[in-house]
């Protein structure tokens, strides 16, 4: 956003060169080379359509600023990037600019100078349009110039300047500005060339973001020669050339906030020694003294500060913190004039309050008098009517009282009579009252009565509702009863049944465990018996297979041996033990 408006100022002055007649418009063919100026010097692709199409609805005539600024936003301002030389942009709007505005007839310094001024101009200048410079930034830079040019600066020259400058507008455009350091004014007894070598350090420092420059010796990196090089610093680099014109770069030293700088102990006959390490190689150079050496070792650290910190350069810093300085004093002043203006309004309406109070005042003075005289005249008036009244009354009192002795006799007759009729109506009271409570006794009885026999009808039913539950309760009471008693004999029966079966299971059981026995008897003396003839027969015979008459079939196998048994009585015996593991099943 600070490169915008750096750039609109410029622009700002070459638009309102083309201006010819004031009136904020400028012809469609000068725009057109306008743009494509800038978009020459800038760096930026022209489109030659695109104003055509922007200002298709106006063929003819000038085109206003505001008609020009969305088509400046966006196809030039919009595109454009901080790869282009400043000084040729600041060189084509000051070319277009001057010879409209500026008298070199009156001027002590050349052309490149005053093109300097105007830039610094647009650097101090107010960020609104029409653009123009407060006194406190021209205070700013003539110190700057003066202490450039080394002379002293005179506080009282320039606070004379000031009342002449506050008496008419104070404030000055460029070209005013231009004719101020032109004339000579604030330079005298300096000569031409040391007031446009000022101008131009100055212009170096605030415009260029020059801080500090001089001749140096630097030691090389391949053949380690020391060589003597003239260094230019800026916030972010520090390039060395062969001269002080700046004809030929030989390189830069890139600052970053990992940047250092150590002083050196004197080597290779060299003094004054310091070393500037970057993030790419490290060099050493030597000043021509102590005092240099110490001041680019502080600009540089300084520098390095300020790139840790993302500050910007001290002289823009400095001009922002004016700047806001001056917007606070506007603000605080704007407040300051607004409670003055509250308090003179507020000072008038009281004043205009007083004021009618004042004829209020009067008025009410003047009623007062007025008002005494009439109350002079009217108690005259009413004190001879007050003695005219009070001689009627005296005649009205004294029949009065001779009215009165008469109907004295009548009052008193009157008063019994009264007497009479307060005691008969207390009397009256009196009984009223008795018949009044006796009427409440009553009310209060009948009621009691009323609500007794609805509690016993509450209660009668109640109680009814609670025989009702009891029968109810009885009759379910037996029916569960009577329920119960037969589910207790069916399972009596059911019981004396399993006993029964019970019983004869066991016997059953006894049974089987018995034939159990006298099987388990039997099977144990055949088997001796067969164990005992095998025996004998392999002892005596070998193996032999008995042979029964009629038994020709295959050979039978048992447990016992080959045709141990025949196929009759291996039949017998599977049949006898297939009954005795049935009886011994169903005992269990």
């Given at each position: 956003?600070?490169?915008?408006?750096?750039?609109?100022?410029?622009?700002?002055?070459?638009?309102?060169?083309?201006?010819?007649?004031?009136?904020?418009?400028?012809?469609?063919?000068?725009?057109?080379?306008?743009?494509?100026?800038?978009?020459?010097?800038?760096?930026?692709?022209?489109?030659?359509?695109?104003?055509?199409?922007?200002?298709?609805?106006?063929?003819?005539?000038?085109?206003?600023?505001?008609?020009?600024?969305?088509?400046?936003?966006?196809?030039?301002?919009?595109?454009?990037?901080?790869?282009?030389?400043?000084?040729?942009?600041?060189?084509?709007?000051?070319?277009?600019?001057?010879?409209?505005?500026?008298?070199?007839?009156?001027?002590?310094?050349?052309?490149?100078?005053?093109?300097?001024?105007?830039?610094?101009?647009?650097?101090?200048?107010?960020?609104?349009?029409?653009?123009?410079?407060?006194?406190?930034?021209?205070?700013?830079?003539?110190?700057?110039?003066?202490?450039?040019?080394?002379?002293?600066?005179?506080?009282?020259?320039?606070?004379?300047?000031?009342?002449?400058?506050?008496?008419?507008?104070?404030?000055?455009?460029?070209?005013?500005?231009?004719?101020?350091?032109?004339?000579?004014?604030?330079?005298?007894?300096?000569?031409?060339?040391?007031?446009?070598?000022?101008?131009?350090?100055?212009?170096?420092?605030?415009?260029?973001?020059?801080?500090?420059?001089?001749?140096?010796?630097?030691?090389?990196?391949?053949?380690?020669?020391?060589?003597?090089?003239?260094?230019?610093?800026?916030?972010?680099t520090i390039s060395y050339y062969v001269g002080e014109d700046l004809?030929?770069?030989?390189?830069?030293?890139?600052?970053?906030?990992?940047?250092?700088?150590?002083?050196?102990?004197?080597k290779e006959g060299k003094k004054c020694l310091f070393l500037i390490?970057?993030?790419?190689?490290?060099?050493?150079?030597?000043?021509?003294?102590?005092?240099?050496?110490?001041?680019?070792?502080?600009?540089?650290?300084?520098?390095?500060?300020?790139?840790?910190?993302?500050?910007?350069?001290?002289?823009?810093?400095?001009?922002?913190?004016?700047?806001?300085?001056?917007?606070?004093?506007?603000?605080?002043?704007?407040?300051?004039?607004?409670?003055?203006?509250?308090?003179?309004?507020?000072?008038?309406?009281?004043?205009?309050?007083?004021?009618?109070?004042?004829?209020?005042?009067?008025?009410?003075?003047?009623?007062?008098?007025?008002?005494?005289?009439?109350?002079?005249?009217?108690?005259?008036?009413?004190?001879?009517?007050?003695?005219?009244?009070?001689?009627?009354?005296?005649?009205?009192?004294?029949?009065?009282?001779?009215?009165?002795?008469?109907?004295?006799?009548?009052?008193?007759?009157?008063?019994?009579?009264?007497?009479?009729?307060?005691?008969?109506?207390?009397?009256?009271?009196?009984?009223?009252?008795?018949?009044?409570?006796?009427?409440?006794?009553?009310?209060?009885?009948?009621?009691?009565?009323?609500?007794?026999?609805?509690?016993?009808?509450?209660?009668?039913?109640?109680?009814?509702?609670?025989?009702?539950?009891?029968?109810?309760?009885?009759?379910?009471?037996?029916?569960?009863?009577?329920?119960?008693?037969?589910?207790?004999?069916?399972?009596?029966?059911?019981?004396?049944?399993?006993?029964?079966?019970?019983?004869?299971?066991?016997?059953?059981?006894?049974?089987?465990?018995?034939?159990?026995?006298?099987?388990?008897?039997?099977?144990?003396?055949?088997?001796?018996?067969?164990?005992?003839?095998?025996?004998?027969?392999?002892?005596?015979?070998?193996?032999?297979?008995?042979?029964?008459?009629?038994?020709?079939?295959?050979?039978?196998?048992?447990?016992?041996?080959?045709?141990?048994?025949?196929?009759?009585?291996?039949?017998?015996?599977?049949?006898?033990?297939?009954?005795?593991?049935?009886?011994?099943?169903?005992?269990?």
């Amino acid at each position: 956003m600070a490169l915008r408006d750096e750039l609109l100022k410029s622009i700002w002055h070459a638009f309102t060169a083309l201006d010819v007649d004031k009136s904020g418009k400028v012809s469609k063919s000068q725009l057109k080379v306008l743009s494509h100026n800038l978009c020459t010097v800038m760096n930026i692709p022209h489109d030659p359509v695109a104003l055509e199409e922007h200002f298709k609805d106006d063929d003819e005539g000038p085109v206003s600023n505001q008609g020009y600024m969305p088509y400046l936003n966006k196809f030039i301002l919009d595109k454009v990037k901080d790869n282009f030389n400043r000084q040729d942009f600041n060189k084509m709007c000051w070319t277009l600019s001057y010879r409209k505005n500026l008298d070199q007839n009156d001027l002590k310094i050349c052309n490149d100078d005053a093109f300097k001024i105007w830039c610094i101009f647009n650097f101090l200048s107010e960020d609104r349009y029409p653009l123009i410079i407060v006194t406190e930034e021209i205070e700013y830079f003539l110190r700057k110039l003066t202490e450039a040019m080394g002379g002293s600066w005179v506080e009282e020259r320039f606070e004379d300047y000031k009342l002449q400058l506050n008496s008419k507008q104070q404030c000055l455009n460029a070209w005013e500005l231009i004719s101020l350091v032109g004339s000579g004014q604030f330079s005298k007894g300096m000569d031409l060339q040391t007031l446009s070598m000022g101008i131009g350090e100055v212009y170096q420092e605030l415009i260029l973001d020059v801080l500090k420059q001089g001749y140096m010796m630097k030691k090389g990196h391949k053949r380690k020669n020391w060589t003597e090089r003239w260094f230019v610093l800026k916030p972010n680099t520090i390039s060395y050339y062969v001269g002080e014109d700046l004809a030929e770069k030989k390189g830069d030293i890139l600052l970053d906030g990992n940047c250092s700088v150590e002083h050196l102990q004197d080597k290779e006959g060299k003094k004054c020694l310091f070393l500037i390490k970057s993030s790419q190689k490290s060099f050493e150079i030597s000043a021509s003294d102590k005092k240099k050496k110490q001041e680019w070792i502080q600009a540089v650290q300084t520098c390095v500060t300020l790139l840790r910190q993302g500050r910007p350069a001290p002289h823009r810093e400095a001009r922002q913190k004016r700047r806001e300085l001056r917007l606070k004093q506007q603000a605080e002043q704007e407040e300051l004039e607004l409670r003055m203006r509250e308090l003179q309004t507020a000072n008038e309406a009281k004043q205009h309050e007083l004021e009618n109070m004042r004829k209020a005042l009067e008025e009410a003075a003047a009623n007062a008098a007025e008002e005494e005289t009439r109350r002079l005249q009217t108690q005259t008036e009413l004190q001879d009517r007050y003695r005219r009244d009070l001689e009627r009354e005296k005649l009205v009192r004294q029949e009065i009282e001779k009215n009165l002795a008469e109907k004295s006799t009548e009052l008193e007759q009157y008063l019994q009579r009264v007497h009479e009729l307060e005691d008969m109506y207390g009397q009256l009271e009196h009984a009223l009252e008795d018949e009044r409570r006796a009427r409440q006794d009553e009310e209060t009885i009948r009621k009691l009565q009323t609500r007794l026999l609805e509690e016993e009808a509450k209660k009668r039913a109640e109680l009814e509702q609670i025989h009702l539950q009891q029968k109810q309760a009885i009759s379910v009471t037996v029916a569960e009863k009577e329920e119960l008693e037969k589910e207790r004999l069916a399972k009596e029966s059911a019981l004396q049944a399993a006993m029964k079966q019970l019983e004869q299971l066991e016997l059953e059981r006894q049974g089987a465990l018995e034939q159990y026995e006298t099987v388990k008897k039997k099977l144990e003396t055949a088997t001796n018996n067969t164990k005992t003839w095998k025996h004998k027969v392999a002892e005596h015979e070998g193996l032999l297979r008995l042979i029964q008459p009629g038994a020709k079939g295959q050979q039978k196998i048992t447990n016992w041996g080959p045709a141990a048994f025949s196929e009759a009585e291996l039949s017998l015996r599977e049949k006898q033990w297939q009954e005795m593991k049935n009886q011994a099943t169903q005992a269990q």
